[in-house]
């Protein structure tokens, strides 16, 4: 319900962990997610896109609340897209 | 085959399934039945038949329920978040097996988080279903509370099951039902004739709804929420007929037929649903069109087939003279208002596929939209 977070490191740390695990983002390229740089690289960008597509959010390739909210909500263990 | 690169589908119509251990939240009786109807719900579309096994005998799904590391490198992380994961067909002894993270509070209903839900959607991945993105689907990876006996299995879990193992024999009789709800999909929403069942502010957010859906129009975000109403209030009925919010009170009213639920959050408050009687509507009405709040006045406008009432919220009493008739005192709106709400000093009142802007004091039509304006169609 409406509610505006703001997005801090915890959102960040939250998000590598999600993409890794569902969306296979390789531990290498999620260091970028541990400084609080949006400008992530090109394959974090993408696993972001690939997951605001598969949710049917807006495709932005950024990490924005509607992003988070879909992250924090329970769900199945098992991934979205291959490894 | 991406989700599961090492399987592909069962080569056998026969399959067995084995309870390896039970939940201490439910009653094993309980377990027992949630993990039938959960197969119950692929078998009842493919040609497929489940056979339970006991003691020691080998299974083709090994059911358990486990915390944290389980001995198969994929951990459970405690309450919420991963509810379950299930392995894809495969000849390798986990192949099928579906785990329970006992860390949830599994239960029969909705009061924690429901084991039948849950299971189907596992043995849909040990039959060999990936995820699937299609909003409302069970194989969509996000749990959505949904009221076991309104329950039915998505059309695109079906075609993707029977694209597996193929068509049950008497699935012709069954998949009418099977396949006719949720109502509603996304491809609707810029539809130039939609129509919606009931339309309020919330949190000053505007929500519409129709049939099990709603759509959520957010104005510090871009973008249209499309989401089954059950994902926020899980024991709403679909087809709401009118809603409204008094904002003071952090509360929004909801109806269908007879009954109306005060919801505040995610949660309905305790005591309803209530008869919209107790609102001192007359025994003849039978369900409510539409309802809009005025926070300028505090007053809210209810509609009924011709007629409108208007109720003060401070005293909590409908006002004197009153039913009043819609198409003399909203000229142009006409006979009927099927959903309505208030929003920066204007009433929008929806009738079929037109929005009427309305100025609540001369109540005079200023403008005329399309009904799906708000949706950034």
């Given amino acids: 319900l409406p509610i505006i977070p703001e997005i801090g490191e915890d ?21 970028f997610f541990r400084t609080k740089d949006t400008n992530f690289t090109n394959s974090i960008t993408d696993k972001i896109q690939e997951m605001q597509a598969f949710f049917g959010l807006q495709v932005t390739g950024k990490l924005d609340s509607n992003i988070l909210e879909v992250m924090g909500k329970p769900r199945c263990g098992m991934p979205d897209v291959g490894q | 085959y991406i989700a599961f690169p090492w399987s592909s589908k069962w080569g056998k119509k026969v399959l067995t399934y084995r309870i390896l251990n039970y939940t201490p939240d439910m009653d094993p009786d309980e377990v027992d039945r949630a993990i039938e109807r959960a197969l119950k719900v692929w078998s009842d579309v493919t040609p497929l038949t489940f056979i339970k096994v006991y003691g ?13 590391y389980h001995n198969d490198f994929y951990p459970f992380d405690g309450p919420h978040g991963i509810l379950a994961h299930a392995y894809g ?8 097996d579906a785990h ?3 860390d949830e509070y599994w239960t029969k209903d909705l009061k924690g988080i429901n084991l039948f839900l849950v299971a189907a959607h596992e043995f849909g991945h040990s039959l060999g279903l990936n995820h699937s993105s299609v909003l409302g689907s069970l194989m969509h990876p996000v749990y959505t509370p949904t009221d076991r006996r309104k329950f039915k299995l998505h059309q695109d879990d079906i075609v993707r099951i029977q694209n597996l193992y193929g068509v049950c024999v ?17 491809t609707t929403t810029c539809a130039h004739n939609l129509k919606f069942d009931a339309a309020t502010t919330l949190r000053g957010e505007i929500f519409f709804f129709k049939d099990s859906y709603l759509w959520r129009k957010r104005f510090y975000t871009p973008g249209i929420d499309h989401l089954l109403i059950t994902s926020f209030w899980p024991t709403l009925p679909s087809g709401l007929q009118a809603a409204y919010e008094v904002n003071e009170e952090d509360v929004m009213l909801l109806f269908k037929g007879n009954q109306y639920w005060a919801i505040r959050g995610y949660d309905v408050l305790p005591g309803f649903p209530k008869e ?30 011709p007629n409108y009432w208007s109720y003060d ?13 819609i198409a003399i005192n909203f000229p142009r709106v006409g006979r009927r208002v099927d959903a309505a709400f208030y929003y920066k000093g204007r009433f929008y009142f929806f009738r079929g596929s037109k929005q009427f802007e309305i100025d609540p004091k001369s109540k005079r039509v200023i403008n005329v939209l399309k009904s799906n304006s708000w949706l950034d169609c």
């Fill in chain 2, 56 to 68: 020691g005998d080998e299974a083709d799904i090994k059911i358990s329920f486990a915390s944290g």
């Fill in chain 2, 313 to 325: 919220e401070v005293s909590k009493s409908m006002e004197k003279g009153y039913p009043k008739r």
């Fill in chain 1, 11 to 31: 959102d960040i740390e939250i998000a590598q962990k999600y993409l890794e695990k569902y969306y296979n983002l390789k531990q290498k390229e999620a260091l």
């Fill in chain 2, 100 to 102: 329970f993270d006992e």
């Fill in chain 2, 170 to 186: 008497s699935e012709k009789t069954t998949s009418t039902s099977l396949t006719q709800a949720p109502t509603s999909s996304t």
């Fill in chain 2, 89 to 96: 067909p495969t000849d390798d002894p986990i192949g099928g």
């Fill in chain 2, 276 to 305: 919209i009687h107790t609102l001192g509507f007359p025994g003849s009405i039978k369900r409510i069109d539409a309802a809009v709040y005025n926070r300028d006045t505090r007053k809210t406008y209810f509609f009924s087939g």
